[in-house]
């Protein structure tokens, strides 16, 4: 994991990499409970026999917006900046599910970092953005710049 020593060295990453998190698995496990959270339960999630014959990837795939619910679980994994009091998602400025995550897929997220906007005293809005990756493919399954605010203490 990538540490950020304070804001200074916060501003001088703006523009690399801040580095990759482990794979997480997409298992029809979590697609299930996904569904229930959510009450989206389109078939091509949820019935596997049905996703095995009909649909071009031969299993149920993962909700868009699981994939994307993934996104705190694998920042957290990849950086983390010292001094911070609070951190606070703001939004995301675009999101793009690029290709489909098939029900065992195991996928993991890189991000890098492109701006540090100031927001008032000891407070920055972040983007990042981040690139999921599914094991085995070249085509990302998400991208998305997602923004934060930081306060520091």
């Given at each position: 994991?990538?540490?950020i020593?304070g ?6 990453a703006v ?14 496990d979590?697609?299930?409970k996904?569904?229930?959270?959510t009450?989206?339960?389109q078939w091509i999630h949820l019935?596997?026999?049905r996703?095995?014959?009909?649909t071009?990837?031969?299993s149920?795939i993962?909700?868009?917006?699981l994939?994307l619910?993934?996104?705190?679980m ?8 010292e001094?911070?009091a609070s951190s606070?998602?703001y939004?995301?400025n675009k999101?793009?599910?690029t290709s ?10 890189r991000a ?5 906007d100031d ?14 990756e599914?094991?085995g493919?070249?085509?990302p399954?998400?991208?998305?710049e ?7 203490a």
């Open positions: 994991m990538r540490v020593h804001l200074d060295d916060l501003r001088s523009g690399s990499e801040l580095g990759v998190s482990d794979w997480v698995l997409v298992d029809q979590r697609i299930n996904f569904a229930e959270a009450g989206d339960y019935d596997v026999e996703a095995a014959r009909e071009p990837w031969k149920t993962a909700h868009g917006y994939t619910s993934l996104v705190p694998l920042m957290a994994g990849i950086w983390s900046v001094g911070v606070i998602n939004g995301s999101v793009r599910f489909p995550v098939p029900a065992g897929s195991r996928v993991r997220g890098v970092l492109k701006a540090v927001q008032g005293p000891g407070s920055v809005r972040l983007t990042v953005e981040l690139t999921v599914r094991e493919q070249d085509r399954v998400c991208v998305a997602t923004l934060s605010i930081l306060n520091f």
